[in-house]
């Protein structure tokens, strides 16, 4: 696995040597591994509820209205507020964990924020697989979101500080990766379980959510911390060793004496979340509340988590919606190695423009086809399986859009593009905000769905556009920039430059050294150039 000695250029026009080491692949799989509590949470979440038992257990005024009541509008057979807020809730203790976490990642460190999100994570997955009431099952739920909040919190940041810059795309999509796959691992697990007699089947789907959660409880304690990490908590020694180990070069003085300025800097700064809110910081800002916003506005966690139910709307049975959701699954996974593939050579604008166009083609034939069966009454007799699986087949090609654009950058963009002196606030900034819309989406959708009908397609079709025109305008490319030097981006762009002055951005890029036609620069301009609108 170890590859060629790569360079990455730094803002005075000299060289980080670096090489792509065994040691770091295995470092970024392990740590990426808190990818796969959220995206079994995912998973599970939406397999579950379409599960009878479940149904009968917690929620039998919705077993009812979906087996019972013929007179009830397709688009609303599982409109309940007790039901959302069981996949919802997880997200509001997310949101609230990811304030605690920013703290904890700053001050113990990244890994041990990683081992807290795996131990909470355990603890709910227990309280759940054990659930008898209502009660439970909410605090389960809650304890969940608890380690979803710290785990999405510290693993973007540890993998974009542990890559090498020119590969930093790549090996920060392995945590989107790990959701990918930890969702079709889930669809698989209660697909079995459903077939399970005597109405327990659900509590194996919940009670497996403890695997993925001790293999990055386990994992964070073999980690490596970050240098930038090390350094901020005054172990100068240890980081300058790590950082050799994971470049595996012995010359790494000028990016370890980077990293020294850049928290010398930073120890300057009293309030990290005042310095966010000054003007020269507004293009990270910006990025870091409305990337996820938008991610969150592309309707997929609405598919990912109600998949099953969609599925049984629109004409499968309860066990053949449960294998459609494999079948999506799937292509999740499979689309999202595309994207690792090709995240460093295509650039991120590439594959979020060419995404966002997939995703609104696919999302407009979708509410198309639902609209022309089901139409604003929502009843509809004689669904062929040939129709069904066409609705399947293009909820496909969206999933496979999101999942090479935006599902792996929507993390990615933000953990590289913030300063260190800002990094863990302003991650900590597009966590909450990635948490509270969905949070909002799952908790509205199914009311929404009941109201707007096949339109809510058509809702989240028209914010793709919004988004799509974003990143063609607004967004620089970010790729073979090295995480520290990204402050050289903005000046050089249409837009953000009038919030930066010259000498607001040599303090931000260069690290305090004169500002020269580097290689970081040079690179700026080329691909600013190549993308500028």
Known sequence: MAGGAMVSTDGGGKEYPARMTLYVFLTCVVAS??????GYDVGISGGVTSMDSFLLTFFPSVYRKEKQDR??????????QLLTSFTSSLYVAALLTSFIASLVTDFFGRKWSMFRGGIAFILGAGINATADNLFMLILGRFLLGVGVGYAIQSVPIYLSEIAPPRLRGMLNIMFQLMVTIGILIANIINYFTNKIEGAWGWRVSLAFACVPAAIIAVGSLVLPETPNSLIERGHTEEAEATLRLIRGVDDISLEFRDLVAANK???EIRDPWSLILERKYRPQLAMAILIPFFQQLTGINI???YAPLIYKAVGFSGQASLVSTVIIGTVNVVATLISIITVDRVGRRGLLLHGGVQMLISQLIVGTLIALKFGATGEATDISKAYASCVLFFIGVYIAAFAWSWGPLGWLIPS?????EIRSVGQCIAVSVNMFFTFVIAQIFLTALCHMKHGLFFFFAGWVVVMTVFVALFLPETKNIPIEEMGLLWKEHWFWSRFIKDEENTEMGNLGRPWNHSRVQVAAKEVLSRNRV
């Open 265 to 267: 800097r930073c120890k």
């Open 416 to 420: 590289e593009i913030l300063s260190l």
């Open 71 to 80: 007179s009830t509008s397709i688009y609303c057979k599982f409109d309940s």
């Open 33 to 38: 591994s808190g990818g796969l509590i959220f």
């Open 303 to 305: 598919i990912m988590f």
